[in-house]
């Protein structure tokens, strides 16, 4: 069974930097979908960035591109999202996920059978 847990989130002021971590335990992040998502009080949950892990390759949304970088150290087991120049629109929940070795579609929601609890992002001055 495979478990995730975030950590890294804090409170900031904007235009600062927080870097988030995603160990999982239960199997490695090689071979599958990793990625993080957010929500928003009130909003639907939304897609950050995602990463295939062996290779590297990577998706952002449009509204985090040029300033979040989510990368790998595969031999750790972690996912790590580096975010910077962030922004009060960036406040959220942060959540990590693992997607089934049966779905290579990272960009899609629907890849992602394992999730985090969250770690909690508040940018504000």
């Known amino acids: 069974q495979v478990q995730i847990d975030e950590s890294g989130g804090d409170s900031v002021q904007p235009g600062g930097s927080l870097r988030l971590s995603c160990v999982v335990s239960g199997d490695t992040i090689t071979r599958r979908c990793m990625g993080w998502y957010r929500q928003a009080p009130g909003e639907e949950r939304e897609k950050v960035a995602t990463i295939w892990p062996d290779y590297g390759t990577t998706d952002y949304s449009d509204s985090v591109m040029g300033r979040f970088t989510i990368s790998t150290d595969n031999g750790q087991n972690t996912v790590y999202l580096q975010m910077n120049r962030l922004k009060p629109q960036d406040t959220a929940i942060y959540y990590c996920?693992?997607?089934?070795?049966?779905?290579?579609?990272?960009?899609?929601?629907?890849?992602?059978?394992?999730w985090g609890q969250g770690t909690q992002v508040i940018v504000s001055s």
């Open positions: 996920a693992a997607g089934d070795r049966s779905s290579a579609s990272c960009q899609y929601e629907y890849t992602y059978s394992y």
